[in-house]
């Protein structure tokens, strides 16, 4: 343990790196010297990003030091510890190359999210929160602290990514070790349950269990001369992967610490069929068992069916280490020689709240409690303030009153946790400056002698133009007291820190927050159940942390806490003394014809013309032709009145014109980053762009400053307020994908720019606004908010909407039925020409040789066929239409094409059958002459596209590859 970390304290520098920006090229290396300790292979040699293996090492770390071993000496190892602690704490956002060593299974050279090696990353944070590196002699410095929110990000993710192991594997054994022993990085049984079945059904066999399905490693087709793999070259192993013992031996320890004796006796009955014996009569453990060349062919055509052989190592000449220290646990434990407990030491085995409690000094994992309560504390900014919320009998308290307790900004909690690890000697900087969550900021902490509380970040004054809107700020508060009562896991009750400016006082919609405060007062608030009361009363029940590495840190700590506002005189005595935020109306004028005129007219028609949209306009024309600089007025540039006319705009919740401005500033939301990757870990895609331009797919998680790269240059060229609307959607989507996930089901990629557009096509349908023209770009950002959900629960509204409206809003989201993907896959198994949409074609190869039935690379193919297609509505349609042909082939399995499969010449042949049938006449909507068929009821155009593919069966345009005589079952089988 000792020579593994002195190999990584000489790659500190590396750990500094990988905190600012986890890219492999930073990572730590797995495999070094065993003598002189130097790194094996280059970094473009080996695959080394493996974040299970450095959170494997932490979960040992902590299972030896609770043994009672002294592993790390000095201040320097534990500043070391601490920063690995940060090396996988974003795991969940980390495409890694998992236990394998290969990244994705098509061996490419591609890295994955895994959710083997996030859930190992959960439980190595779970296990060293708190740890005394020095054991029972420790002191105060040697403690190692973990992100709350960094540790329950990977919880969430892992087990929302569970059973599947990532976007190419549906299933990994890698998994087995993961949510059993060694990491018990889950005791949600209904997660272990699903994961290990789905482990069984997929991996298990007779000699061992598959790595993951077509892993071509050791089999005799693989070419070990290449690195990498070719494109389809997958296919070659499927059938024949090689079979691995060990994994017998990992289920019989997990049957032991499960109390599973039936699973304990099989395992090793067939653990003892695939042992070997040495010289001395020793039993060996076989590294793997594989597929002789000559019985490949037999055993792709009947799996199991053919003997197989034994690798060279797990042999007499060469011991499999891992297998034979499996084998010597296994046997440990089921002849009784050493208990559960002296093999698992930290009783990770055990769920949280079962497991042995260290001191209360640190925040410690306790495990859900039934009868949690989440407490507030109503600060308000000034006296005033508070006399004015007692009129309404609602107590706060003041910064002054709380005092000696300190209310910080949660900046300035992030300011103080820089200083945790901070190493010079070996260049380690400490905690990288990331935003504290909900959970960090409802502990309460002591500091250096101080007792401090910080606000939540939504809290914090921005120059983004949410922040004006009060009812989004409420939705935010219930939101935020929810996520906490789900997601709290440790021992003591959260305490949050509400903060009432009298911006708020002078909302117009301020009664609304005082409605919130009375229901809270109660006790409650939506079935969650809260406490409000005064600080004082509420510290001895919090969550306290200690942050004692402070107490070492030889700096001025420079903090500014939150300061009380303070008046002359007393103020007012009701709401209705406060002086509103003005209404002003904003005449919404479109100047562009201004925008080819000479830049005097301009600046004549900036100083004459009302109304901020139109000025913001204007200032747009000048800092595209004359720069940021130029000055508009004495002493003012554009650049300086598009950030005054933002800052008036928003006091004055002018929406639409505060977003022109923002987007001419290039502003970008708080937070983005962070819901983005929510969405991304979620399973889920996303696309910023205008529809009908160039769409960015987002993959993989970006940086703040990536991502405003690609709004503002991918976006903003063809529509202004859509750079801040698109940001929104992508804010409130992965705020949502949270609290209601189902309202995402069947979505695979959330295509920003068409969100935006079934948003406005709902509006105009239902008519919302009274000014028919009425554009989303104006509406309050609840407003917006409000919108996306019914369009994204817009089953739950079925009377508002027409058949064809339905279709075209789903069509715009892109959402398919449960199994659809599989469906398609069936359907392409037997069109050997491939199926054709809107002119193009998704090929039956390479496609089923590269990808297999379950495989998310397979749905996100087929989606982008299926964006291919210009109209919502038509996509709709055709999803129906692979529905059919997806039933009649299952119904009927003697049926295959002999070519490809036309979707469009489906849907115009049934349109004509329905069309004869009812006489329709022409358009009816618009220029879309399929009208009257789109808003037929699914019931119709479903019978009416499964006609058009049997009649064309029977007509022979379809060629199948039977007899025409053959197809009257196949037809009675559709119509009925």
């Not at 494109?231 to 599973?260: A, R, S």
């Not at 039936?262 to 009955?269: A, G, H, I, M, S």
């Not at 009380?564 to 406060?578: A, K, N, P, R």
């Not at 937070?671 to 960015?696: A, D, H, M, R």
Request: aromatic letters at 10%; charged letters at 25%.
């Amino acid at each position: 343990m000792r020579g593994i970390l002195e190999c990584w304290i000489r790659q500190a520098d590396r750990v500094e790196q990988f905190k600012q920006n986890q890219s492999h090229q930073f990572a730590l290396h797995c495999k070094f010297h065993l003598e002189t300790g130097d790194t094996v292979f280059g970094d473009d040699e080996y695959f080394h990003l493996q974040i299970d293996v450095v959170s494997l090492y932490i979960i040992y770390l902590v299972q030896m030091i609770t043994s009672g071993l002294q592993i790390i000496f000095v201040q320097d190892e534990v500043n070391f510890v601490q920063n690995l602690v940060y090396y996988v704490e974003r795991a969940y956002r980390t495409p890694d190359y998992g236990m394998w060593e290969r990244g994705s299974k098509y061996n490419d050279g591609t890295a994955e999210i895994h959710a083997s090696s996030i859930g190992m990353a959960k439980a190595a944070l779970e296990a060293i929160n708190g740890c005394n590196l020095f054991g029972d002699v420790g002191t105060s410095w040697s403690v190692i602290f973990v992100d709350i929110d960094a540790h329950n990000r990977n919880r969430s993710i892992f087990e929302t990514l569970l059973p599947r192991e990532s976007s190419s594997k549906n299933i990994d054994i890698s998994l087995l070790s993961t949510i059993s022993y060694p990491a018990f990085a889950t005791h949600d049984e209904q997660s272990y349950s699903k994961t290990k079945q789905k482990i069984l059904r997929k991996l298990k066999g007779d000699y061992g269990f598959k790595r993951y399905l077509r892993d071509g490693y050791k089999t005799m087709v693989e070419d070990t001369e290449r690195r990498f793999y070719t494109k389809g070259e997958t296919k070659n192993f499927e059938n024949i992967e090689c079979q691995w013992p060990i994994f017998y031996l990992y289920m019989i320890i997990d049957g032991v610490f499960k109390g599973i004796p039936d699973q304990v006796e099989e395992y090793c009955q067939l653990a003892k069929l695939r042992l070997i014996r040495d010289n001395l009569g020793d039993p060996i453990v076989p590294r793997y068992f594989y597929v002789p060349k000559e019985s490949i062919e037999e055993e792709k055509q009947e799996p199991g069916s053919q003997a197989r052989l034994m690798s060279g190592k797990g042999s007499d000449s060469e011991v499999f280490l891992w297998g034979q220290a499996m084998y010597i646990i296994a046997q440990l434990l089921t002849s009784g020689l050493v208990h559960l407990n002296e093999i698992d030491l930290a009783r990770r085995y055990l769920p949280t709240y079962n497991r042995p409690r260290r001191a209360l000094r640190y925040s410690a994992f306790q495990g859900t409690a039934s009868d949690l309560v989440v407490q507030v504390v109503l600060i308000a900014e000034s006296h005033r303030l508070q006399a004015m919320l007692a009129t309404y009998g609602i107590q706060a308290q003041t910064p002054v009153e709380v005092e000696p307790v300190q209310i910080w900004p949660p900046s300035q909690l992030v300011k103080v946790h820089e200083y945790l690890g901070v190493n010079k000697k070996l260049g380690l900087k400490g905690r990288p400056p990331r935003p504290v969550g909900a959970l960090g900021t409802s502990k309460v902490y002591r500091v250096c002698g101080q007792t401090v509380l910080s606000y939540p970040l939504m809290f914090e004054v921005s120059d983004f133009y949410l922040s004006h809107d009060m009812t989004l700020l409420i939705d935010d508060i219930k939101t935020e007291l929810h996520f906490v009562g789900k997601n709290w896991r440790l021992s003591g009750r959260p305490t949050m820190v509400l903060l009432i400016r009298e911006d708020h006082m002078r909302d117009r919609k301020f009664k609304e927050l005082l409605d919130l405060f009375a229901e809270l007062k109660k006790g409650h608030c939506d079935g969650l159940k809260v406490r409000i009361g005064r600080l004082q009363n509420l510290i001895s029940s919090s969550c306290i942390e200690h942050l004692d590495f402070m107490n070492h840190i030889n700096v001025d700590l420079n903090v500014a806490p939150f300061r009380q506002v303070v008046h002359e005189y007393s103020g007012y005595q009701s709401l209705t003394d406060v002086p509103k935020a003005i209404v002003f109306n904003d005449p919404f004028l479109q100047v562009k014809e201004y925008k080819e005129q000479p830049t005097s007219e301009i600046l004549e028609a900036f100083r004459n013309l009302e109304g901020f949209y139109a000025k913001c306009q204007l200032l747009g024309f000048l800092l595209k032709r004359e720069g940021a600089d130029f000055l508009v007025e004495e002493d003012l540039t554009v650049q300086e009145a598009l950030h005054r006319m933002n800052d008036q705009a928003g006091v004055l919740r002018l929406w639409g014109a505060v977003r022109y401005a923002s987007s001419l500033l290039c502003q970008l939301v708080d937070s983005i980053s962070p819901y983005i990757t929510t969405i991304l870990v979620n399973g889920k895609q996303l696309t910023f762009g205008v529809v009908g331009k160039e769409e960015v797919v987002i993959d993989k998680p970006m940086s703040p400053a990536e991502i405003r790269d690609v709004i503002y240059s991918k976006v903003q060229p063809y529509d202004i307020v859509q750079a801040t609307l698109q940001q929104e959607l992508a804010l409130y989507c992965g705020k949502l994908i949270v609290t209601h996930p189902d309202v995402f089901d069947g979505i695979l990629k959330i295509r920003i720019g068409w969100v935006l557009q079934a948003i406005q096509l709902y509006m105009d349908i239902t008519k919302e606004n009274v000014n028919e023209n009425f554009q989303l770009s104006w509406c309050s950002p609840s407003e917006v908010r409000r919108l996306l959900q019914i369009v994204l629960d817009i089953g739950e509204h079925p009377d508002k909407l027409s058949v064809f409206q339905r279709r075209q809003i789903e069509g715009c989201l892109c959402r398919v039925p449960t199994n659809f993907y599989g469906k398609v896959w069936h359907v392409l198994r037997k069109t050997p020409g491939g199926i054709i949409i809107a002119g193009k074609t998704l090929p039956q190869e390479p496609t089923l040789s590269h990808m297999t039935l379950s495989e998310l690379n397979f749905a996100l193919q087929v989606e982008i066929m299926l964006h291919n297609i210009e109209h919502p509505e038509y996509i709709q349609i055709v999803i129906e239409l692979l529905c059919v042909v997806s039933t009649i082939l299952q119904r009927n399995p003697e049926l295959a094409f002999n070519g490809s499969l036309d979707v469009d010449q489906l849907v115009e042949s049934a349109y004509q059958m329905f069309q004869k049938d009812f006489k329709a006449e022409g358009a009816k909507h618009g220029d879309n002459e399929l009208y009257p068929f789109f808003n037929a009821p699914a019931a119709t155009t479903t019978g009416y596209l499964a006609r058009a593919v049997v009649n064309n069966i029977l007509q022979g345009d379809m060629r199948f590859g039977v007899e025409l005589n053959e197809f009257s079952r196949a037809e009675l089988c559709v119509i009925q």
